[in-house]
C-alpha cells in the first residue's frame, strides 16, 4: 500500500511539475518572447552565483562534518610519508579547482548577456596558449618526479631484517602462514589443497613446511618498527590485500606471488589509546571484487611489540602438528569450512 | 556548380541537381522510413531512443543498490516487485547486488554512453556538419543500429536467466567471471553478457568506420578539415579511438569464451574451486586486464570526446563569441587521442606489475593532464568578454565544464602510482570516474539534445523543464559524488554489499544514507528530462525559423524538417570556419559558414 501511495505521490509531483512548466511556456508567449527571455537570462545568472555559493559551501560542510570521520594517522613509516604527500596534491589541485571553477562561475555571470553589450571577437592568441600548455606541463613534470621517487622507494626490494608472512586469499577470508623457526616457507602445489586437512596444499616432502604456522582465522601478526615482506597468492579469483592504516593494497593473484613490504611504526595498542576507542583494530579488506561474499572478506593486523609477538609465536601449534594430531576432527577454526562462511566472518 | 548526387536505394528520395523544386519523398512505408531506415537522422535517433530506454534501466539499477547501500537494515517491498527471487522480502541478495553493479557499469558505459552518445551525435551531426547527403554506407549505418539493437536484446534477455546476469563487475576479471562454480553470474549470465559485447564491438566497428570515411570523403566544397566544427573533429577521434580499440577488446573476449567453454587456459592458473583444483595451468589473469585496459582507457575518452565537441559548440554559440583557439583544441584532441592508447596499466598499478613499466605509464598518465587542461583553459576564455545567453544547453555545457574540472583534477591522483596505492578500487576511484566520464558526459550529450532537439524533430522542448532538471542534476551529481572523495581517502572499498561489519568504514553509514537519498532523487530528475523529450517530439513549441539559436554551421540551413538528401535544392558550398561570430554588417552577430567572404574580409 505504502508503494503504491508512493507511486502516486510521485507521479503528482510530476504532473504538478509539468502543468507549472506549460503554463510558463504560454505565459512567455503571452508577455513577448524576448522579454521573458531577458529575465530568464538574469535569473539564470543569478541562480548560477547562487550555486556557486551553495557549492563552496557544501564542500566546507562536508569538511567539517566529515574530517572527523578519516582514517587515523598512518600506522606505517611509508603511510607518513603517503600522506604528506596526499596532502601536498590536494593543496595544488585545490587551487586550481577553486580558481577554474570561480572564473567559469564568475565569466558566466559577468557576460550574461546584455542589450548593449556585443562579444569580443578573440579566436585565439597564441602566447596565452603557450603559457597554458607549459604551465601545466611542468606541473606534472613535477608531480611525476614527486610520485615516481615515492613509487620506486615502496617497491624497491624488502630489506634483509624483514619478517616475512605469506597471505592467501580464497573465497571469502584470508589465510596466513609463517615460516616457524626455520625462517623458510616451504613449497605449496594447489593440487595438494585439501579444505579439511591441508588449507594452502603444503608440500609435506619438503621439509622447511613442518614448522610453518598457518592462521586460518585471517588475523596478521606483525611487529613493530620491523619490516614486514608480505608473500602474496590467491588460490581461487584475483582479490586484493588492502590496509588502509598502512596506505598500501595489492592484489592476490592466483598463479602469481606479488609482494609488498612496510614497516609498521604503531601498535595496536598504541592506536587504541590515540584514537580513544577501546575496540580499534586494523582491517584488511579485499578491494578486488570476487563474488558475492567480497563485502566480508575481512582480515585483522596485530601489530605488536617484539616480545609480544614471540610471547604469540609460542602459542601456535605448527600446522603438520594440528592437522597430523587431530586427523578425525580437522576443522581447528570455524569460517573455514565452506566457501559459504560469509556471515561467520563478518560477524566476527 | 555542385555535384550532382543520387543516393542510391529504393526508398530514398533522389535528388538531382538542376531541377528547381524539391522533390517530396516517394512514399514510403513506415517499416521502411522509421524501422529498417537508413537515413542517418532517423539512425541517429533510434539511437537515442534506445540509449534513453538503456539509461532508465541502468540508472533504475543504480537505485535499487543504492537502497541497500543507504539503508542495509531496511527492506523494501517495492525491490521485490521488480526483482522477485532476487530481493525476497524487499531485501536485496548479495548475488544480485553484484549482478546490478555490473549491469549498471555495463550498460552505461557501453550502451548509453558510447552508443547512446556517439551514435547519435555521429549518426545525426556528420553528414548534416559537413554538408554530405548521407553517410558513406547507409546501409552499413544500418546494420551498425541493428547489431546494437540485437546486442541490446541480448544482454536485456540476461537479466532473466536462472542464474542472474554477470556479476563480476564491469571489467568481468577472469578468474572469477571464467569459472561457473566461482559466482553465480558466472554461469550462462556471463556468456550471454560476452556475446551480447562482441555483436556490440561489431556495431561500434561498423559505425566507427562509416564515421570515418565520411568525414575524410563526402565534405561538401569549401569545407576543408580546417573548417569543419569541434563537434565533428571530436567525433572524428572518437571513431578512429574505436576503429583501433575495440577489436582488441574482442580479442580477449574470445579467449575468455574459450577459457569458459573449451578449457583453455589462457587467463587461468593453479586454481582451486568449488572443493578440488583445476587442471588449468600456465594462463595469466594478467593478460586479460591488459587487453580488457587497451580498450578499456580509450573507451573513457570514446565517452568523453563527443561531450568535449557538443560542449565547444554549445559554448562558442551561446557566447555569441568564436572558440578560442580552434587549432589548440584540434591539436589537443589528437594529443588525447594519441595518449590515450598508452595509459591503459594505470588501471593495474596494484596487480602485481612491474613497478619500472608502472613508472612508464605514471609518466604518460599525468601527460595527458596537459591537453585536457588546454581544453579547460579555452571554454573559460571562450566565455571571458562574451555575451552569453544561458539557453538549457549552454547551462549543461557549463555544467560539463564544471564536472570535468572536478572530475579531471581528482585522475591526477589516481594517475599517479604512488597515491593510487592507496586509493585503489575505494570510493575515490567512484567519485572521480563518475564525475569526468559518466555526469559530464551526459551533461554533454544532455546539452547536445537541448541545442539539437530542435532540428531533429522540429520543436523545442520546454525550457522551464529543462531548467529544472539542469539544477536537480547539477546539484545532485555533486551531493552524490564530492563527499565519496572522503570515503575513498579513508580507504572504503568500492562493490561492497554493506559496510556495518567493517570497524573501519562502518562510521559513513550516515552519509551512505545522504548520498543514496540524493541519488534517488536525482533519479526522479531525469526521468523529467524523459517526459520532456517525449511528450516535445509532438507536443513542443513548434519552431518557426531554419536558425533558432543563430548558428554558423551547416545543419541550420537546412529546411526545419529535412528529409532523407538533407538539402532540397544543391549542398551549400563553405566559404569560412564555423565559429565567426561577429557583426555581419546588418545586424547580425554571427556569419553562417556559407556566406562567402566579403572584398578585404580575413580569413580567421
New interface residues.
Given amino acids: 500500500m505504502s508503494g503504491f501511495l508512493t507511486i502516486v505521490l510521485i507521479a503528482l509531483v510530476f504532473i504538478i511539475i509539468y502543468q507549472i512548466a506549460k503554463a510558463s511556456e504560454y505565459a512567455a508567449i503571452l508577455r513577448g518572447r524576448e522579454k521573458v527571455e531577458r529575465q530568464t537570462n538574469r535569473t539564470m545568472a543569478w541562480l548560477l552565483v547562487a550555486l556557486f555559493i551553495c557549492g563552496l559551501w557544501g564542500i566546507w560542510q562536508c569538511h567539517e562534518y566529515l574530517m572527523d570521520k578519516m582514517l587515523p594517522e598512518a600506522a606505517s613509516d611509508h603511510g607518513v610519508k603517503y600522506d604528506l604527500m596526499l596532502k601536498v596534491t590536494v593543496i595544488v589541485t585545490g587551487i586550481v579547482f577553486l580558481i577554474t571553477q570561480t572564473l567559469l562561475f564568475w565569466f558566466a555571470f559577468r557576460y550574461q548577456s546584455k542589450e548593449k553589450r556585443t562579444a569580443f571577437f578573440y579566436p585565439h592568441n597564441n602566447k596565452l596558449e603557450l603559457l597554458w600548455t607549459t604551465l601545466p606541463a611542468v606541473a606534472m613534470a613535477v608531480m611525476v618526479a614527486v610520485g615516481l621517487k615515492g613509487w620506486f622507494s615502496m617497491t624497491a626490494a624488502a630489506p634483509e631484517n624483514s619478517q616475512v608472512v605469506e597471505v592467501v586469499g580464497k573465497q571469502f577470508n584470508w589465510i596466513m602462514r609463517y615460516p616457524g623457526s626455520d625462517n623458510i616457507l616451504g613449497k605449496r602445489d594447489f593440487r595438494l589443497i585439501n579444505d579439511a586437512t591441508n588449507v594452502l596444499g603444503l608440500d609435506w616432502n619438503d621439509k622447511a613446511n613442518r614448522d610453518d604456522i598457518i592462521a586460518e582465522n585471517g588475523e596478521l601478526h606483525i611487529i613493530v618498527n620491523r619490516p614486514v615482506k608480505l608473500i602474496i597468492g590467491s588460490r581461487d579469483v584475483i582479490h586484493d590485500v588492502g590496509l588502509p592504516h598502512f596506505r598500501m593494497k595489492m592484489d592476490a593473484v592466483p598463479g602469481i606471488v606479488t609482494t609488498m613490504w612496510f614497516t609498521p611504526t604503531i601498535t595496536t595498542e598504541e592506536m587504541k589509546k590515540k584514537t580513544g576507542d577501546k575496540d580499534f583494530v586494523y582491517e584488511i579488506s579485499c578491494d578486488q571484487v570476487c563474488g558475492k561474499g567480497h563485502y566480508a572478506m575481512r582480515g585483522t593486523v596485530i601489530v605488536e611489540t617484539e616480545a609480544e609477538h614471540k610471547l604469540w609465536l609460542a602459542s601456535q601449534k605448527s600446522y603438520y602438528a594440528s592437522v597430523n594430531a587431530a586427523p578425525a576432527a580437522p576443522a581447528t577454526t570455524p569460517g573455514t569450512q565452506q566457501a559459504d562462511s560469509v556471515k561467520a566472518i563478518s560477524m566476527k | 556548380m555542385s555535384q550532382q548526387i543520387i543516393i542510391e536505394g529504393s526508398n530514398v528520395a533522389h535528388v538531382h541537381e538542376g531541377h528547381g523544386e524539391h522533390h517530396e519523398h516517394h512514399q514510403q512505408h513506415f517499416i521502411t522510413k522509421y524501422i529498417f531506415s537508413q537515413d542517418h537522422k532517423i539512425i541517429g535517433k533510434q539511437f537515442l531512443i534506445t540509449g534513453i530506454i538503456w539509461a532508465i534501466i541502468g540508472a533504475l539499477f543504480s537505485v535499487f543498490f543504492r537502497l541497500q547501500l543507504g539503508f542495509p537494515d531496511h527492506n523494501f517491498?517495492?525491490m521485490e516487485?521488480f526483482l522477485g527471487e532476487w530481493a525476497k522480502g524487499g531485501r536485496l541478495s548479495?548475488?544480485f547486488y553484484?549482478a546490478l553493479v555490473t549491469m549498471h557499469g555495463t550498460i552505461l558505459i557501453f550502451f548509453v554512453l558510447t552508443a547512446g552518445l556517439t551514435g547519435t551525435f555521429a549518426n545525426f551531426l556528420i553528414p548534416l556538419q559537413i554538408g554530405a547527403r548521407d553517410m558513406a554506407s547507409p546501409f552499413m549505418n544500418m546494420l551498425s543500429y541493428w547489431f546494437f539493437f540485437t546486442a541490446s536484446i541480448i544482454m536485456f534477455s540476461s537479466l532473466f536467466v536462472q542464474t542472474g546476469p554477470a556479476?563480476?563487475?564491469w571489467t568481468a576479471?577472469p578468474?572469477?567471471s571464467a569459472?561457473k562454480e566461482?559466482?553465480?553470474g558466472s554461469g550462462v549470465g556471463m556468456d550471454l553478457w560476452l556475446i551480447a559485447m562482441a555483436l556490440f564491438v561489431v556495431s561500434s566497428l561498423l559505425g566507427g568506420l562509416n564515421y570515418i570515411s565520411t568525414i575524410l570523403n563526402m565534405r561538401t566544397k569549401g569545407m576543408s578539415m580546417t573548417r569543419m566544427p569541434l563537434t565533428i573533429w571530436a567525433l572524428f577521434f572518437t571513431a578512429i579511438i574505436g576503429v583501433l580499440s575495440f577489436p582488441v577488446l574482442l580479442s580477449g573476449f574470445v579467449l575468455l569464451i574459450f577459457d569458459r567453454n573449451f578449457g583453455t587456459s589462457f587467463y587461468?592458473?593453479?586454481?582451486?574451486?568449488?572443493?578440488k583444483?583445476l587442471p588449468h595451468?600456465?594462463?595469466?589473469?594478467?593478460l586479460y586486464q591488459h587487453l580488457f585496459w587497451f580498450l578499456g582507457h580509450p573507451e573513457v575518452y570514446i565517452v568523453m570526446l563527443p561531450g568535449m565537441g557538443i560542449a565547444s559548440e554549445i559554448l562558442s554559440n551561446n557566447?555569441?563569441?568564436?572558440?578560442?583557439?580552434?587549432?589548440?583544441m584540434v591539436i589537443s584532441l589528437v594529443g588525447i587521442t594519441v595518449l590515450s592508447f598508452l595509459v591503459w596499466a594505470h588501471h593495474m598499478f596494484?596487480?602485481?606489475m612491474s613497478?619500472f613499466l608502472?613508472?612508464i605509464f605514471?609518466?604518460m598518465t599525468?601527460?595527458i593532464?596537459?591537453p585536457s587542461?588546454?581544453k579547460?583553459?579555452?571554454w573559460?576564455?571562450t566565455?571571458?568578454?562574451?555575451?552569453?545567453?544561458?539557453s538549457v544547453p549552454m547551462?549543461f555545457a557549463?555544467g560539463f565544464?564544471?564536472m570535468f574540472?572536478?572530475g579531471g583534477?581528482?585522475g591526477?591522483?589516481l594517475g599517479?602510482?604512488?597515491?593510487d596505492?592507496?586509493l585503489?578500487?575505494?570510493y575515490f576511484v567512484i567519485a572521480h570516474f563518475h564525475l569526468v566520464m559518466g555526469v559530464s558526459s551526459f551533461f554533454g550529450m544532455f546539452a547536445g539534445i537541448y541545442h539539437w532537439f530542435p532540428k531533429m524533430f522540429g520543436r523545442f522542448m520546454?525550457?522551464?523543464?529543462g531548467?529544472?532538471h539542469f539544477?536537480i542534476t547539477?546539484?545532485g551529481a555533486?551531493?552524490i559524488f564530492?563527499?565519496m572523495h572522503?570515503e575513498g581517502?579513508?580507504?572504503m572499498?568500492r562493490?561492497?554489499?554493506?559496510?556495518t561489519?567493517?570497524?573501519?568504514?562502518s562510521?559513513?553509514q550516515h552519509?551512505n544514507m545522504i548520498i543514496s537519498i540524493a541519488a534517488i532523487v536525482t533519479f526522479?530528475g531525469q526521468?523529467?528530462f524523459v517526459?520532456?523529450f517525449f511528450?516535445s517530439i509532438f507536443r513542443g513549441?513548434k519552431v518557426n525559423e531554419p536558425n533558432p539559436w543563430g548558428a554558423t554551421t551547416l545543419e541550420w540551413t537546412t529546411p526545419i524538417r529535412p528529409g532523407h538528401g538533407n538539402w532540397p535544392g544543391e549542398i551549400p558550398e563553405v566559404h569560412r570556419w564555423p565559429?565567426d561570430?561577429?557583426?555581419d554588417g546588418n545586424g547580425n552577430?554571427f556569419v553562417p559558414q556559407t556566406v562567402p567572404l566579403k572584398p578585404g574580409e580575413e580569413v580567421?
Fill in positions: 517491498p517495492i516487485k548479495p548475488e553484484y556479476a563480476g563487475g576479471y578468474p572469477l569459472l566461482a559466482s553465480l587461468l592458473s593453479e586454481i582451486f574451486i568449488g572443493g583444483a595451468i600456465g594462463g595469466s589473469p594478467i557566447s555569441r563569441k568564436p572558440i578560442f583557439g580552434y587549432f589548440a596494484v596487480s602485481g613497478p608502472g613508472s605514471v609518466l599525468l601527460l593532464a596537459v587542461s588546454v579547460v583553459f579555452n573559460l576564455t566565455l571571458w568578454r562574451g555575451n552569453i545567453r544561458f547551462m557549463i565544464v564544471s574540472i572536478s583534477l581528482t591526477i591522483y599517479n602510482s604512488a597515491i596505492m592507496h585503489h578500487d575505494t520546454n525550457n522551464t523543464l531548467y529544472i539544477f547539477f546539484i555533486y551531493v564530492w563527499p572522503y581517502i579513508a580507504g572499498p562493490r561492497y554489499y554493506d559496510y561489519a567493517w570497524h573501519s568504514f562510521q559513513f552519509l526522479f526521468l523529467l517526459v520532456n511528450v513549441r565559429y561570430y561577429k557583426d552577430d580567421h
